[in-house]
């Protein structure tokens, strides 16, 4: 759970339900189910019909992923370093071939990396692994970030549905005025007018609370899984090239803040090879 997240929520919530408590007595005059269904169901039927389906749906489950922990941070990164630094002190021992065992440590929900491992030990040039590494990197995150532009969609055409369900309580209120009597007149403006500008509401609502918070949050996760990918690449690369631990540490630090830098003498100083 992203607890950032979490209280971004809640805060925001908070104040908007403070809001509506404050500005009636009867807070349910905000809830609308048929402009609800004008807006989430214009802009997901959009959605639909402009991206593939596998796309949409994995924007809505970016909703939800916007309060989970990502997966890969920049804090974390001094802990990758750590293990290609520990990689590193094992093929210099015994070879590129060791990392074969490695394989099977790395975890099942990365197979980026298993893969770019698996390419590290064959006989390619450092240059082609470089290509070939690279261009996995950035197909992978060409198709995590396809779901930002649906959601992006999304947020774009929730208020445009909002307006649209205006337009059906004016239509209706209209078609009230011209069959009711003159003492109907105030009710039948009144109901109408609540669908016209609660449809309005929720279109800003879902589009600056849900849809585009939800792509931000993508490609900010996407984006740094990204860049974590990339140094790994890098240091995947140097263990081909049967580079020096201290070497690989300093060219892996230039990756981060110099607060966030790896330290072998410190963090290292008890390591030893396992034995194979």
């Avoid at 802990?79 to 394989?103: C, D, P, T």
């Avoid at 105030?186 to 007018?193: E, F, K, L």
Wanted: charged share 15%; with cysteine.
């Amino acid at each position: 759970m992203s607890l950032s997240s979490l209280l971004g929520v809640i805060f925001g919530l908070s104040l908007i339900g403070i809001a509506v408590f404050h500005a009636t007595n009867n807070p349910l005059i905000y809830i609308n189910i048929e402009a609800a269904m004008i807006v989430v169901g214009g802009a997901t039927a959009s959605a639909f019909m402009g991206f593939h389906s596998a796309d949409v749906i994995t924007a809505f489950k970016a909703v939800g992923w916007m309060l989970k922990k990502p997966k890969s941070t920049r804090d974390g990164l001094n802990i990758e370093i750590s293990r290609l630094i520990k990689w590193s002190y094992l093929v210099q021992q015994r070879g590129l071939l060791a990392l074969e065992n490695e394989i099977k440590t790395v975890k099942s929900n990365d197979p980026l990396i298993k893969y770019c491992m698996t390419l590290a030990v064959t006989n390619h040039a450092p240059a082609a692994l470089r290509d070939m590494m690279t261009n996995a990197v950035e197909s992978v995150f060409d198709a995590k970030t396809s779901a930002v532009q649906v959601l992006k969609n999304m947020g774009a055409s929730g208020p445009a549905f909002g307006m649209l369900g205006t337009l059906v309580g004016m239509i209706a209120m209209l078609e009230q005025m011209g069959s009711g009597n003159q003492t109907d007149m105030v009710r039948i403006i009144g109901g109408g007018m609540a669908l016209a500008l609660v449809a309005t509401l929720y279109g800003v609502f879902f589009a600056r609370m849900v849809y585009l918070p939800a792509a931000s949050k993508l490609m900010q996760k996407e984006e740094t899984e990204r860049f974590r990918n990339l140094m790994m690449v890098e240091g995947l690369i140097m263990l081909t090239e049967k580079k020096t631990p201290r070497y690989m540490q300093d060219r892996l630090n230039s990756f981060l803040e110099p607060h966030q830098h790896f330290d072998i003498d410190r963090q290292l100083k008890n390591y030893s090879v396992p034995k194979g």
